[in-house]
């Protein structure tokens, strides 16, 4: 897009260059600091001394013998019990992706299809929907839950978390749907097929764009709960993020912080990998509708 | 679409929506027209060889009694807004009444539950919004310029902040910042002051969390005006260029115009994302001087033994509306959008 004549000067690209650096310094650097302290002891990574301890790891030498250790997330992991929470943050993000995107792809479906007003305010609704604070949802849940014996169990918060993400996913993929020509599924039924017919054989093997997108939606708002996860689940059930808060919190724990700043890495890693393959996705998700995740 | 398809394409998104975003907010509003029943004191006489003694204690057996018959506890109507942990319309009026100069009478409001909450929560939305959209409009501007084979890890890592979600990322900067961390040392170090922390006086912590809403939301402010620019028309640049404009005054006047609409988009959806902050204040340990109105609510609810539905559900109403008043311009566009679509 950059034409000939609108070139940079010398010193604007100097500038440039600077600031995008310092910026992603700022964007990254606590991220890579918190990796290389997960492998030291605590009174290095909260040093009082000196905060180069952090990169030296002076205690970590004398307490462990070695200058990096794996203490903390070989603890965390077995006697924190950080792969149940691993394993139950899995079952809910599968979960809670492949339900929300099977429910979202057909009522995104029908809504770009209908010409009908009242699809129109069942977007507005949705909008509405989006809005709510997650807190003031989970607080109308608490009461109903507990009377019916539900409360604590994953399948109950993986269809509160499918619920609170369908306004997203159906606006995201109605924006997409409606980029699909409708002279394809329309030509499909002249041809006799029912809309459920045109829709599997039509319309599915043409979505997939749009849905690796939602479903990138899906996963992050599944993965990165805290506010569904930690009051709707029993301590057993907690998923990731509630267990590092819980780490930090608890008098049991109160010694064993590293096993949060490990616990933080082993959730961390697994998502930045997803975004940095699916990069692309995210930011089309991010521009095309009126809504984010 | 005939109706019929349509509603059974629709029926079970449709139906997951009412039953668990529409129901509980009306579960919301019920309960928090409900009080939780009162401990019933029972007098118990104690005896000991130096006499008797008459004691109050808690009948923990009629109690339990009592909460099995009225689970939701008896009915209140609308007291649970007025009482002192929400709209505190009597100490409200005491204070008008009593204080002697408009000073003392906020002093004495802002000190109140909900009103200190409000004043955090809306400080945040609208001291972190405004450097949102300024820097996220100048990294998008940069990022736009550099080679593009730099361009995707650099965008990875300026969305970085973006994608963990907000008590990992407060987490990760609060270790950093904390006294013993690498910049609290940095700070001290800067200021001369050993004892400095950021964590010792309010003001300082409102600033760390104001900081790290900058730091948590500029990537999206950035990748919605980095799309933006990818559509800024070509031509009238060009000609700006033969006509002499120098680079900041082309930006002024053909790119900003242009993204105008970008631009009130992005302030709508930080207000309204940052009007509902909990995780930062949670991360940052910050709960003793900044509280907003999702931490009241997450408070009354995080007890397992009294969970004060009443209270967090009168709560939630209020942050409702306040939502609700955010929320009006973004409808009011998505409408226009709808009509000039049809």
């Known amino acids: ?149 539900v409360w604590g169990i994953l399948p109950t918060t993986i269809i509160v978390l499918v619920a609170i993400n369908q306004p997203f996913t159906l606006w995201l993929l109605y924006s997409f749907f409606k980029t699909v020509p409708k002279e394809l599924d329309e030509s499909a039924l002249i041809d006799g097929c029912s809309y459920f017919q045109a829709f599997r054989f039509v319309i599915m093997p043409v979505m997939w764009p749009g849905v690796v997108t939602a479903g990138l939606f899906s996963m992050m708002l599944a993965y990165n709960d805290f506010t569904v996860t930690s009051l709707l689940l029993n301590q057993q059930n907690y998923t990731m993020v509630p267990k590092i808060n819980a780490y930090l919190g608890t008098i049991e724990h109160s010694g064993n912080y590293m096993w949060a700043v490990s616990s933080v890495v082993s959730a961390t890693a697994p998502l930045f990998m997803i975004i940095m393959f699916f990069q692309r996705q995210l930011i089309s998700g991010l521009t095309a509708g009126a809504v984010k995740g | 679409m005939p109706h019929r398809t349509f509603f059974w394409f629709f029926f079970p998104s449709g139906l997951a929506m009412l039953l668990f975003i529409g129901l509980p907010i009306i579960s919301s509003f019920f309960q928090s027209l409900h009080i939780e029943p009162e401990q019933i004191l029972m007098e118990v006489e104690k005896c000991d060889p130096f006499g008797c003694k008459t004691e109050t204690k808690v009948d923990i057996e009629a109690t339990t009694k009592l909460q099995e018959e009225q689970p939701l506890g008896r009915f209140n109507g609308l007291g649970t807004y007025g009482d002192r942990n929400h709209l505190a319309f ?114 300082l912590t409102w600033i760390t969390l104001i900081i790290y809403g900058i730091w948590h939301n500029t990537p999206f402010a950035f990748v919605v005006f980095y799309a933006a620019l990818q559509t800024v028309p070509q031509d009238p640049i060009e000609a700006a260029i033969i006509d002499g404009a120098s680079r900041y005054e082309r930006v002024r006047h053909i790119v900003i115009p242009h993204l105008y609409p970008v631009a009130t988009f992005i302030i709508l959806i930080c207000l309204m994302d940052n009007f509902r902050v909990l995780e930062p204040i949670i991360g940052f340990a910050a709960e003793g001087v900044a509280q907003s109105l999702s931490w009241m609510i997450y408070n009354d609810l995080r007890s397992e033994n009294k969970m004060l539905f009443g209270s967090a559900g009168a709560t939630s109403m209020l942050t409702i509306i306040g939502v609700a008043i955010l929320l009006t311009p973004v409808l009011i566009r998505t409408w226009r959008e709808f009509r000039t679509e049809r």
Request: with cysteine.
């Open chain 1, 1 to 149: 897009m950059e034409s000939k004549i609108n070139r940079y000067s010398k010193q604007l690209i100097l500038i440039n260059s600077f600031f995008i650096l310092a910026w992603l310094i700022v964007s990254v650097f606590p991220f890579i600091w918190t990796f290389w302290g997960s492998f030291k002891v605590k009174a290095d990574f909260f040093s009082r001394a000196d905060w180069m301890f952090a990169v030296t790891g002076v205690n970590t030498l004398i307490e462990t013998g070695d200058t990096s250790t794996v203490k903390a997330y070989v603890e965390s992991w077995t006697e924190g019990e950080f792969w149940k929470a691993t394993m139950n943050t899995i079952i809910i993000t599968v979960s809670v992706v492949t339900i929300s995107l099977f429910l979202g792809t057909l009522g995104a479906y029908a809504l770009s299809r209908s010409t009908y007003k009242y699809t129109f305010w069942i977007l507005i609704a949705a909008l509405i929907f989006r809005a709510m604070p997650h807190i003031t949802l989970v607080s109308g849940y608490l009461f109903p839950f507990f009377q019916l014996n």
């Open chain 2, 90 to 203: 009597d100490e409200i009026k005491e204070a008008w009444t009593n204080s002697s100069s408009i000073a003392e009478f906020t002093d004495i409001l802002l000190n109140l539950p909900f009103y200190k909450a409000l004043l955090f929560t809306l400080t945040f939305c609208f001291t972190v919004t405004p450097p949102v959209v300024v820097l996220g409009f100048i990294v998008a501007l940069s990022v736009n310029t550099i080679t593009k084979s730099l361009k995707g890890p650099t965008i990875f890592g300026v969305i970085l902040p973006m994608i963990v979600t907000p008590l990992i990322g407060s987490l990760v900067l609060f270790w950093m910042i904390d006294a013993k961390g690498i910049l609290g040392s940095f700070i001290q170090f800067l200021f001369d002051d050993p004892n400095l922390s950021l964590k010792s006086s309010s003001q």
